[in-house]
Each structure stands twice: as structure tokens, then as C-alpha cells.
């Protein structure tokens, strides 16, 4: 065990096959109901799907047992920043790098339309090499969560990191908020003290809606700038991402990170036998972008192109009830992958994806060990859209097929979705598979 919280514990795991070292967290599925945790527990797994980074700790997948629920996570090792700073003020140096893979990974999410609402030191862990990874997502927002005025409305957070917008109760933007948040971690890892602190709680509300706050001697000029501006009470007026990127004292040092790769096109895939020996209880899975559940392809290394053959326990996990990707999002508009029927043989499914690929003119096709990848010539907002297909063989003459987003932007894969795949894909379908 590495640790346990009010709702969870967190274990320390390793892949037997690969040896890949995993951090399982798992959450008693009674409790998580009795306290109403549900939608959070939703919201925190579709975000952590959709955010892919570096700097963001990385989630492989969702299982569950009869009475457990399971997030298999990156394991990083170094602890959390909090420990470095508890020890007093960072150089500078090492504070500007922890601030740049910061800005990085909220960037990112913004991007996505995802917003963190509780950024602080005690959730950014370090790896090995002592690279920052934003984690805990559990009170973050998606960009569905705003009301009709275009805000959030839900006051949330740690007290001392918390924007002002967000305690006056009005309504807040969730990038901006989160900006906020940035600079009072910037304050404290180069102070090693917070900005905003007081005993009596108003009081530091107080302090935070006017930004009464001072430096240390030994904060630098173009560091205190950069802090002012960040630090700024009026949202309206705040510094944005893009600017805080352009400033000097950030751009000292600085090296743009790559984005995260595609995953190769031959992931390793969970055998049936495997997972009922390891949970003899095991009743739903959920498939996901990075380690899939049973339901998928097995070894197909000598195979373009190879259908699986359903076993019972797989027919079972994609049945609305045990299949727990079914509560992650509230409709296609958020689902990030798709399942039909069809009883056209793979050969027509192929044809047909390469038909639409050919027809949009965006996309290679890629055909390799069961899986076919629709793959954009061109970058989008943040990396090439690409789409990967399987085919599993249910019985004689009837399969599932399932499409999933692995890599681009949303709205990108939204447009195409509506525009292109899905209606190209309706001459072939059989039954879609309806979501509650």
C-alpha cells in the first residue's frame, strides 16, 4: 500500500507480463455511492482519459469487481511537491522549471476544455527524474459543466489557492481560476510560504478578493511582475496562458515539451484467464485508450486482419449493465469511442473505413493486427486526429465494432464524427449500441 485516503487506497502494482510498474487505486463501491460520489467519480475518469501529457499523470484504465472499483495509474515516485517545499523556498531555478511543466499540463487541459480547480503543491507529484505530473483530478470541470452564462458555478478548492472570483460566488471561468491558482504556487515555491494566510477564514477570503499580499526581499523584479499579473483580483484583466508563456523571467530556460506519442498499433492486450484468476469476482470491465479490457483482440501478431471470437464473460462485460464506460459520459457528444453491430464481414468494414478516409482526403490507413487506424496527415489544435477501429466476432456472421478516438482534438473528432464517420458507417450498422 502507498497510501490511503477517506474513500480510497492506493497500491503499489506491477504488470507480470511487462513489468511496468502501476499505482491501483481502488474505492469501495458502497461507500462511493452512500456519500454520493458517483458523478465525481465520472467526471474525474472521463477527464483523466482526455488528458495526455508529460506533465500530467497518466491513467491506463477502469476495472471493477463486485464491490470494488479499480483506476490503474502512472506510479510516480518522487512524492509530492508539497515535501520539497514544506522544507523551505526553492532556487530559483528549480522553482521556473516546476512553473513551466505546470503552465505545460493546464495548458493542455484548457485546450481540452478541462479544468483542474484544485492546482496546489500537495497535487503535483514528482517522477524520478524529478518532472512535475498534475494529479487528482476529482473536483475538476469539463467544459459541458458550464451553465447558459458560460461560467462555472460551483464553489470548490483549496482555501489559500482559490481564485476570488470563486469565493464571491458569481460565476467564474475555469482557466482563469486555474491561472490563479498557478501563481500562488509560483509564490510559495519561490517564497516557501503562501501569499494569502490567516487564521480566521474571512480574513484571508478578505486578503484574497483584494490580492493584499507582499514579497520577500529576495523576489527578483521580473519574477514579482510576472506574480502581479498573475495575481491580479480581476479576472477580466488577469494574464493568460498564452502570455504568462511569453514572459521573459518563464522563457529563461525554457524547453518546449514534445506532446504525447500515438500509441503503437499493436498495444498489449489482457487475456479472459488472466483477469478471472487475478479477480475471482470480476463482473464489468471498461474499455479504454491505452490498456483495454479483456474484450479485445488477442494475439494477432501473424494476422492484418483477424476477428475475435466473444467468449461469454465478454458478452457480458458489454452489456449495459456491467459495462462502466456507459457512466463516464452523458451522451456521444462526450464519448470519445462508439460501438455497432454489423453482420457485413470485416473485409466490408475495411473497405468501408478506407472508402471514408479516401473520400475525406485527411487520413492514411493503417491495417495491423486486428486494428485499423485512421490516422490525419495534418496536426489539429494540439496533435493528429487518429481513429482506431477493431472487429470482434460475436457469432457466425454477426460482430461488434468499435471505434475509438486515441489521439486529436475533440471538436476535431466531434465534426467528423457527425459530419462523415458515423453516417458513412450507418449503410454497414446493424443496431448501434444504445448508452443510457
Not at 69 to 77: L, N, R
Not at 119 to 139: A, M, Q, T
Not at 254 to 264: A, D, F, S, T, V
Not at 307 to 314: R, T
Amino acid at each position: 500500500m502507498l497510501g490511503q485516503g477517506n474513500f480510497a487506497k492506493v497500491y503499489h502494482a506491477r504488470n507480470l507480463k511487462t513489468g511496468q510498474n502501476v499505482a491501483i487505486k481502488v474505492f469501495n463501491k458502497e461507500m462511493i455511492m452512500r456519500v454520493g460520489m458517483k458523478e465525481q467519480m465520472k467526471r474525474e475518469i472521463s477527464v483523466m482519459r482526455l488528458v495526455r501529457h508529460p506533465n500530467i499523470v497518466e491513467f491506463y484504465d477502469v476495472m471493477a469487481s463486485k464491490n470494488k472499483i479499480y483506476f490503474a495509474m502512472e506510479h510516480v515516485k518522487g512524492g509530492e511537491l508539497f515535501n520539497k517545499v514544506s522544507r523551505g523556498k526553492l532556487r530559483e531555478d528549480m522553482a521556473r522549471k516546476y512553473f513551466q511543466q505546470l503552465i505545460e499540463a493546464v495548458n493542455h487541459c484548457h485546450k481540452r476544455g478541462v479544468y483542474h480547480r484544485d492546482l496546489k503543491p500537495e497535487n503535483l507529484l514528482l517522477d524520478e527524474n524529478g518532472d512535475l505530473k498534475v494529479s487528482d483530478f476529482g473536483l475538476s470541470a469539463m467544459l459541458e459543466s458550464k451553465k447558459k452564462d458560460g461560467l462555472l458555478h460551483t464553489t470548490c478548492g483549496t482555501p489559500a489557492y482559490v481564485a476570488p472570483e470563486v469565493i464571491k460566488q458569481k460565476g467564474y471561468d475555469g482557466a482563469v481560476a486555474d491561472i490563479w491558482s498557478c501563481g500562488v504556487i509560483l509564490y510559495v515555491l519561490l517564497a516557501g510560504y503562501l501569499p494569502f494566510n490567516d487564521k480566521n477564514l474571512m480574513e484571508m477570503y478578505k486578503k484574497i478578493a483584494k490580492a493584499e499580499f507582499k514579497f520577500p526581499q529576495w523576489f527578483r523584479s521580473d519574477a514579482k511582475r510576472l506574480i502581479y499579473r498573475i495575481l491580479d483580483p480581476d479576472p477580466r484583466t488577469r494574464i493568460t496562458i498564452n502570455n504568462i508563456m511569453q514572459d521573459s523571467w518563464f522563457k529563461k530556460g525554457y524547453k518546449q515539451i514534445e506532446g504525447p506519442k500515438l500509441p503503437p498499433i499493436w498495444p498489449a492486450r489482457g487475456d479472459v484467464s488472466d483477469v478471472h484468476d487475478t479477480f475471482d469476482d470480476l463482473s464489468s470491465l471498461s474499455s479504454s485508450n491505452e490498456l483495454s479490457s479483456p474484450m479485445s483482440i488477442k494475439n494477432h501478431e501473424q494476422y492484418a486482419m483477424k476477428p475475435y471470437c466473444f467468449n461469454a464473460f465478454d458478452i457480458i462485460s458489454l452489456t449495459s449493465g456491467f459495462d462502466l464506460s456507459g457512466l463516464f459520459e452523458k451522451d456521444m457528444n462526450e464519448r470519445q469511442h462508439a460501438r455497432f453491430a454489423t453482420k457485413r464481414p470485416p473485409s466490408t468494414v475495411v473497405s468501408k473505413l478506407e472508402e471514408i478516409a479516401q473520400l475525406d482526403g485527411r487520413f492514411k490507413v493503417m491495417k495491423q493486427n486486428g486494428i485499423i487506424r485512421l490516422e490525419g496527415n495534418e496536426k489539429g489544435i494540439n496533435e493528429q486526429l487518429s481513429i482506431d477501429t477493431e472487429i470482434y466476432e460475436v457469432a457466425s456472421s454477426v460482430y461488434i465494432v468499435e471505434v475509438n478516438k486515441i489521439a486529436g482534438d475533440m471538436l476535431e473528432y466531434r465534426n467528423f464524427w457527425n459530419q462523415s464517420l458515423k453516417p458513412s458507417l450507418n449503410e454497414i450498422v446493424w443496431v448501434w449500441q444504445e448508452y443510457e
